[in-house]
């Protein structure tokens, strides 16, 4: 693996962690709607590392301005896998 793709792994992991402990304050403090938000934030970010790690797409895309159509590339990479049909 490229060694820019495993910082870019790091970025997003660390990223999702950092996101995921400040969705466990806020679901602590009672602000539901915001944990919710920073916990959607942790996901993407994770899903984010694990592309990359995969190599589902490239890390070029992943940082594009088409990036909001990488959800559907996923979704096609894995179709074939997930239970839902």
Known sequence: MEPK??????HWKNGAIEELGAARSLLEA???????FWSHLAAEKALKAHV???GIAPLEFI????????????WNQC????LIS
């Open 30 to 36: 009672g602000h539901y709607r915001q944990s919710l």
């Open 63 to 74: 940082h594009s301005d088409a990036s909001h159509i990488w959800p559907t590339l996923i």
């Open 52 to 54: 990359i790690a995969k």
């Open 79 to 82: 179709r074939p896998w997930c």
């Open 5 to 10: 793709n495993l910082i870019a792994i790091e």
